[in-house]
Structures are given as structure tokens and as C-alpha cells.
């Protein structure tokens, strides 16, 4: 083994931070085989020195509460960003590429928010910037689009990304838990952002997608042009629906090609209990991909938690190590990637679940079919309650594929009828 080892400056020590730190220590012997060189993380900065910790690298290590301990030490081989936000890793970011040192990062927002722009400083320095935690926890997603499928087309990309939501999603589908009982148990186990809206609003799939169509197109889909919808407005009776159907309901993200143009958003989304996605439950994350040459491909692991992040983490720290000359941040020559062409989501084509609340009195379902009709849309199937007549009554049922803009255009005018007492709600089927 070579004398020196690596020096790592690490920002951030919570879950994933520790995870990393744990790793390191289980694996020595292990990662030695591999790179013949010691990984040592030199320096950790924190927010709060008085907090106890669960687990301490080494004695020599040192903790810090000063920004400049990292990206100002000549000794640091390269800086492991793991404190999340926009403003504090963006400095710790620029200012570390910028004196000279490569950097890894789990941080999706700052990446799908700022990404261009730390990508272009990252090449004008032929440094690495790395991120291959930064979505699906533990699986190997970005190595796998930026190298092992880099040959492919890619033509679609439909995937579970937010192991907070997912685990909710399961939890009250499968044990009965309310909205918030899932909630703090998706914190307690460490899956949620600081700030647990991101996850149930749907931001954190969003930024995860703005990374992975980089990736898949070489394009740059402005985190803020894309639509995005979450978990947080699920109601349980849905699930319950979901499941008498055949389906459940899962948060997605997808981007489709069509044309040279792109069509992407985050949706929950009605998927048939058969298929693959249906069945990946709990804080788990899976992509499946079609590749104009290597056909559909899916990967599937754990998209949260210490040890699986922290592996995608080391994934990154191991191949800036052993990284010759050009690093391929981007998996495209161009540094400076354009912005893709959107498709309007309104002319996305697919099934929907639509659920009505509506009086339960002659003639009622008449109109709701009427207006269907005159939007072209075609009923698959329909469930409704049985309630005391003149009650109000959940209508449940499942369209053929139409345009989402027919649907919408239809739900308008159901929406405003005196029959109707609250807006209906709708999912795309996936
Ligand atoms: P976390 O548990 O909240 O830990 C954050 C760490 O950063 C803490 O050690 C905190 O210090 C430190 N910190 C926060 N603000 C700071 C500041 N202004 N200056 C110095 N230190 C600061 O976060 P995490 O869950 O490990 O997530 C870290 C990153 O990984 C985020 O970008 C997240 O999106 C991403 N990520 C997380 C997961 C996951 O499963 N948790 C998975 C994939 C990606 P104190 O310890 O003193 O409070
Ligand atoms: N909060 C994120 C999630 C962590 O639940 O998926 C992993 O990126």
C-alpha cells in the first residue's frame, strides 16, 4: 500500500455523514484491496459542536464549525458535501472546486437548482464533481446512465424516487396508517429531508428527475418548468379504491422522449399491482428505463437511509481516486448542457382514476357521462357506495386513455355542478 493517504474533508455528520464514516471503518481492509490507498476523513464540519455523536471516524480526527477548515486546507484531497440546502454546501461547493479540490455530493436540490453552473466550474477546473447519491440512495443510477448505458437512446424513464413518500404510501396501504403516523415514523428512520415538505410535496422526486434527464438526454429541464404534484393531499380512501381495483397508488416520477422534445413531470399515479413498480414498497426506490438498444432495464434498492446512501457516496469518493484525466461530470462533452424542449403535460395521453363525490339522485350519473362523452373520453369502469338516497356518494371509475387536457377541460364543468359537492379527484394510471 502507498504511504499517504487520501484526506477527506467532510461536510456534514448526520445520517449520511455518519453512514459514510461507518463504512469506512467496517470496510478498511476491504477498500484497501480495491485502491491501495487509505481513506481517512481528516476533518468534519458540523453545525453544532456540543451535539454528542453516535460514532467517531477516528481520535485524530477534527471537528469544526468554521467553512474554512475544509475549503481552505491545502492537505484535503478532495470534500464530501453532505449538509444539504442551497446556500452552505453552495459555498462549501464553489469554494472547494474553486481552490483546487474535487467534490462529492448527495445534494439533489443544490444539483437540480444550481447544477449547471457548478458543472461549468467544475470542467473550467478539469475537476470532479461528483453526485451519485445524490438519487436513489444506494442505487448505482448516475454511473449507470453516464456509463454503462451511454450508448443507449434513452426513451423513457419512469421511477419511484422518494423513499419517504413510498414508505408512507405502503405504510398506509398495507398497515392502515394515517397520513401523519407515516410521517414520523419516515423521520424517525432517517429517510426525510430537514425539511419533510420537499419529500411529500413532491420536490425532492422533482430534483431527483432534473438530474437524471441531464443524465438520460444530455439537456437541462429547468427544475422550475416542471410539474410536479406530491403525496401530501392523498386521500386514504383512494388507496383503499387503488387496491379494490387492482391497483396502488405510488408517487412517480417520468420523462418520456417524443420527437426530440420531452415530456416529464411527478404524479402520483395508479400502477397495476402486477407490475414490477407496483411491488416496490417502503423506502426502496426503482428506475425503469428503455433503451433504444438494451430494451427496458430496471434497478431497484434502497433510495434513503445511512449505509445505502453512504455507499453511493464512497461509490464516488473511490472513482475520483482512481479517476485518470477527463471527469465527466456530466456524461456529455459539452459542459454547458441546452435546455431540452418541453412537451406541455396537458397532451400527455394515459388512463385516469377519477373519483366524484356526488348526490346519489336520478339522472346525476347521466350528466357525468354526457360531459365525458362531449370530451371524447371513454368509461373502462365505475363503482359507486351505496348511501341512503339523496346522500352525497363517492363515484368511482377508470377512463380509457385519453388527453389529459379532455380530462381537465371535463372536470371543470363537473366541477361546477350542483350535483358536485367537492372537486373530484383525479390520478393518472400508469
Ligand atoms: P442530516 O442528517 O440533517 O445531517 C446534516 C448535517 O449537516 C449535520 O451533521 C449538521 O450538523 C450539518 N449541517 C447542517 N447545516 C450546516 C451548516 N450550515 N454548517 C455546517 N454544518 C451543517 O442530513 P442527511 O440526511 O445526512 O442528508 C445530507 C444530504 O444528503 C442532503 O443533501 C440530503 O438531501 C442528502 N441525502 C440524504 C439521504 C438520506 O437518506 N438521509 C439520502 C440521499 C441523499 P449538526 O450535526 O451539528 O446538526
Ligand atoms: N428524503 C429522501 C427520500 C432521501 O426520502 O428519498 C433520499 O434522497
Same mark, same amino acid.
Given at each position: 500500500?502507498?504511504?499517504?493517504?487520501?484526506?477527506?474533508?467532510?461536510?456534514?455528520?448526520?445520517?449520511?455523514?455518519?453512514?459514510?464514516?461507518?463504512i469506512?471503518?467496517?470496510?478498511?481492509?476491504?477498500?484497501d484491496?480495491?485502491?491501495?490507498r487509505?481513506?481517512?476523513?481528516?476533518?468534519?464540519?458540523?453545525?453544532?459542536?456540543?451535539?454528542?455523536?453516535?460514532?467517531?471516524?477516528?481520535?485524530?480526527?477534527?471537528?469544526?464549525?468554521?467553512i474554512?477548515?475544509?475549503?481552505?486546507?491545502?492537505?484535503?484531497?478532495l470534500?464530501?458535501?453532505?449538509?444539504?440546502?442551497?446556500?452552505?454546501?453552495?459555498?462549501?461547493?464553489?469554494?472547494?472546486?474553486?481552490?483546487?479540490?474535487?467534490?462529492?455530493?448527495?445534494?439533489?436540490?443544490?444539483?437540480?437548482?444550481?447544477?449547471?453552473?457548478?458543472?461549468?466550474?467544475?470542467?473550467?477546473?478539469?475537476?470532479?464533481?461528483?453526485?451519485?447519491?445524490?438519487?436513489?440512495? +444506494? &442505487?448505482?443510477? *448516475?454511473?449507470?446512465?453516464?456509463?454503462?448505458? =451511454? #450508448? @443507449?437512446?434513452?426513451?423513457? %424513464?419512469?421511477? /419511484?424516487?422518494n423513499?419517504?413518500?413510498?414508505?408512507?404510501?405502503?405504510?398506509?396501504?398495507?398497515?392502515?396508517?394515517?397520513?401523519?403516523?407515516?410521517?414520523?415514523?419516515?423521520?424517525?428512520?432517517?429517510?426525510?429531508?430537514?425539511d419533510?415538505?420537499?419529500?411529500?410535496?413532491?420536490?425532492?422526486?422533482?430534483?431527483?428527475?432534473c438530474?437524471?434527464?441531464?443524465?438520460?438526454?444530455?439537456?437541462?429541464?429547468?427544475?422550475s418548468?416542471?410539474?410536479?404534484? +406530491? &403525496?401530501?393531499? *392523498?386521500?386514504?380512501?383512494?388507496?383503499?379504491? =387503488? #387496491? @379494490?381495483?387492482?391497483?396502488? %397508488?405510488?408517487? /412517480?416520477?417520468?420523462?418520456?422522449?417524443?420527437?426530440?422534445?420531452?415530456?416529464?413531470?411527478?404524479?402520483?399515479?395508479?400502477?397495476?399491482?402486477?407490475?414490477?413498480?407496483?411491488?416496490?414498497?417502503?423506502?426502496?426506490?426503482a428506475?425503469?428505463l428503455?433503451?433504444?438498444?438494451?430494451?427496458?432495464?430496471?434497478?431497484?434498492?434502497?433510495?434513503?437511509?445511512?449505509?445505502?446512501?453512504?455507499?453511493?457516496?464512497?461509490?464516488?469518493?473511490?472513482?475520483?481516486?482512481?479517476?485518470?484525466?477527463?471527469?465527466?461530470?456530466?456524461?456529455?462533452?459539452?459542459?454547458?448542457?441546452?435546455?431540452?424542449?418541453?412537451?406541455?403535460?396537458?397532451?400527455?395521453?394515459?388512463?385516469?382514476?377519477?373519483?366524484?363525490?356526488?348526490?346519489?339522485?336520478?339522472?346525476?350519473?347521466?350528466?357525468?357521462?354526457?360531459?365525458?362523452?362531449?370530451?371524447?373520453?371513454?368509461?373502462?369502469?365505475?363503482?359507486?357506495?351505496?348511501?341512503?338516497?339523496?346522500?352525497?356518494?363517492?363515484?368511482?371509475?377508470?377512463?380509457?386513455?385519453?388527453?389529459?387536457?379532455?380530462?381537465?377541460t371535463?372536470?371543470?364543468?363537473?366541477?361546477?355542478?350542483?350535483?358536485?359537492?367537492?372537486?373530484?379527484?383525479?390520478?393518472?394510471?400508469?
Amino acid at each position: 500500500m502507498q504511504d499517504k493517504p487520501i484526506h477527506i474533508g467532510l461536510a456534514g455528520f448526520g445520517t449520511v455523514g455518519t453512514g459514510l464514516a461507518r463504512i469506512l471503518a467496517s470496510n478498511r481492509e476491504w477498500l484497501d484491496k480495491r485502491l491501495g490507498r487509505e481513506l481517512k476523513i481528516k476533518t468534519i464540519l458540523v453545525r453544532d459542536l456540543d451535539k454528542p455523536r453516535s460514532f467517531i471516524p477516528e481520535p485524530s480526527t477534527r471537528f469544526t464549525d468554521k467553512i474554512e477548515d475544509l475549503v481552505e486546507d491545502q492537505d484535503l484531497d478532495l470534500v464530501v458535501e453532505l449538509i444539504g440546502g442551497l446556500q452552505t454546501s453552495y459555498e462549501i461547493i464553489n469554494r472547494s472546486l474553486t481552490s483546487g479540490k474535487s467534490v462529492v455530493t448527495a445534494n439533489k436540490a443544490l444539483l437540480a437548482e444550481r447544477g449547471p453552473e457548478l458543472f461549468a466550474l467544475a470542467a473550467e477546473n478539469n475537476l470532479g464533481l461528483y453526485y451519485e447519491a445524490s438519487v436513489a440512495g +444506494g &442505487i448505482p443510477i *448516475v454511473q449507470t446512465l453516464k456509463e454503462s448505458l =451511454a #450508448g @443507449n437512446r434513452i426513451e423513457s %424513464l419512469t421511477a /419511484i424516487l422518494n423513499g419517504t413518500s413510498n414508505f408512507m404510501l405502503t405504510e398506509m396501504t398495507k398497515k392502515h396508517l394515517d397520513y401523519e403516523q407515516a410521517l414520523i415514523l419516515a423521520k424517525e428512520k432517517g429517510y426525510a429531508e430537514a425539511d419533510p415538505s420537499l419529500d411529500v410535496e413532491g420536490w425532492d422526486a422533482a430534483h431527483k428527475l432534473c438530474i437524471l434527464i441531464r443524465l438520460a438526454y444530455g439537456r437541462d429541464y429547468p427544475f422550475s418548468g416542471l410539474p410536479v404534484q +406530491g &403525496i401530501n393531499h *392523498v386521500d386514504p380512501y383512494d388507496l383503499v379504491k =387503488a #387496491g @379494490n381495483f387492482g391497483y396502488v %397508488l405510488k408517487l /412517480i416520477a417520468q420523462v418520456k422522449e417524443r420527437s426530440g422534445s420531452l415530456q416529464a413531470g411527478v404524479f402520483p399515479a395508479l400502477v397495476n399491482k402486477d407490475r414490477m413498480l407496483a411491488k416496490v414498497d417502503g423506502p426502496f426506490n426503482a428506475i425503469l428505463l428503455e433503451g433504444n438498444a438494451v430494451g427496458p432495464i430496471m434497478l431497484y434498492g434502497q433510495g434513503a437511509g445511512d449505509l445505502p446512501t453512504g455507499s453511493a457516496v464512497l461509490s464516488d469518493i473511490m472513482a475520483l481516486v482512481n479517476r485518470q484525466t477527463f471527469p465527466n461530470n456530466t456524461g456529455f462533452l459539452d459542459s454547458q448542457l441546452k435546455t431540452a424542449n418541453i412537451l406541455k403535460p396537458e397532451l400527455t395521453v394515459s388512463r385516469h382514476y377519477l373519483r366524484f363525490t356526488v348526490q346519489d339522485r336520478p339522472g346525476v350519473l347521466a350528466v357525468l357521462a354526457r360531459i365525458m362523452g362531449e370530451q371524447n373520453i371513454s368509461i373502462a369502469q365505475l363503482n359507486q357506495t351505496q348511501e341512503a338516497a339523496g346522500q352525497y356518494v363517492p363515484v368511482v371509475l377508470m377512463t380509457h386513455a385519453a388527453p389529459f387536457q379532455q380530462i381537465k377541460t371535463a372536470l371543470q364543468e363537473i366541477d361546477r355542478l350542483d350535483c358536485v359537492r367537492s372537486p373530484t379527484t383525479h390520478y393518472r394510471i400508469l
